[in-house]
């Protein structure tokens, strides 16, 4: 097997793990409800098989409802944001983001910050909005995913520079 899908293996389960056991269980204020479990699919290689980030996307948000005892927000939103990382990544980078050899755990750039923060906001929108489902509680849904955005930020870009690897 290729070093990089036993790396993505890894942090697949690392990352779902520390959302099921450290992040669900937080609840501040009765907004924010941190979901860094996402940086699976932020960090995913660029030029990796796009299917394969579909499914794992999918089963990701699957296994996250499944532990929230949700009836599938969070599998939509991930596979959406999987749909969307090619755009995002057009936005951020240019059109050649392809051809560069663009790694996100790198210095963190505006480029890499508007990158995150497109992704975090979107899953988190359609999450939130999908959650509430009613028009009524469209300002509940925004306002929440303003917070939980800005929260989930602070802890993408932290564990992003926690496991950044070191220079050689």
């Known amino acids: 097997m290729n070093t ?3 790396i993505n293996i890894l942090r697949f389960i690392a990352l779902l793990a520390v959302q099921v056991v450290v992040f669900n269980r937080l609840d501040l204020f009765g ?14 290689p660029v030029n990796g098989n796009k299917a ?3 499914l794992s996307a999918f089963f990701l948000g699957l296994l996250q409802d499944m532990f929230c005892n949700t009836g599938g927000p969070h599998a939509v939103a991930c596979v959406t944001l999987a ?15 392809e051809y560069q050899t ?3 755990n790198d210095r963190m750039s505006p480029e890499r910050l508007i ?8 899953h988190h929108l359609i999450l939130y909005l999908l959650e509430v489902f009613r028009f009524s509680l469209i ?8 917070f939980t955005t800005i929260f989930t930020l602070i802890i993408c870009i932290i564990t ?3 496991i950044k690897p070191a220079k050689q």
């Open 160 to 162: 992003i520079y926690l």
């Open 139 to 146: 300002l509940d849904a925004l306002v929440r995913t303003l």
């Open 102 to 104: 663009i790694k996100i």
């Open 115 to 122: 990158f995150i923060l497109l992704s975090v906001v979107t």
């Open 52 to 54: 394969v980030l579909l």
């Open 31 to 44: 907004y924010i409800n941190p979901y860094p479990y996402i940086l699976f699919i932020i960090l995913f």
């Open 83 to 97: 749909f969307l990382r090619p755009t995002f990544f057009r936005f951020a980078f240019g059109v050649s983001y």
């Open 4 to 6: 990089t899908v036993i």
